[in-house]
């Protein structure tokens, strides 16, 4: 599977963005899609993640609450939607397809990344 993410940008601190990935590939169907996030000099870490019904989402402590991921079947394409957003928020946000969990590890298949900035 392939995977594109956008929607990255600036916003100001309490602004909202939504990142959209857009996946090709057979195995779409079947993949779990996580999101994860790396700040400068920081690891990359978990932030959100779907099962391929959409039906069991799991969610980061500190999005809790602020952001959402929805996926469209039909369209191949899985959201994050980010609201309230925080200056800690600001990082590079990749999607990722493959198992279901909070791992890095436990994706295979990785988006190349689009940078969200928000400003204080």
């Known amino acids: 599977v392939q995977l594109q993410a956008s929607g990255g940008g600036l916003v100001q601190a309490g602004g909202s963005l939504r990142l959209s990935c857009a996946a090709s590939?057979?195995?779409?169907?079947?993949?779990?899609i996580g999101w994860f996030r790396q700040a400068p000099g920081k690891e990359r870490e978990f932030v959100a993640s779907?099962?391929?019904?959409?039906?069991?989402?799991y969610y980061a402590d500190p999005v809790k609450g602020r952001f959402t991921i929805s996926r469209d079947n039909a369209k191949n394409t899985v959201y994050l939607h980010m609201n309230s957003l925080k200056p800690e928020d600001t990082a590079v946000y990749y999607c990722?397809?493959?198992?279901?969990?909070?791992?890095?590890?436990?994706?295979?298949?990785w988006g190349q990344g689009t940078l969200v900035t928000v400003s204080s």
């Open positions: 990722a397809a493959g198992n279901l969990g909070v791992e890095v590890r436990m994706y295979g298949f």
């Open positions: 590939g057979p195995t779409f169907d079947w993949s779990a």
């Open positions: 779907s099962s391929r019904s959409g039906l069991s989402t």
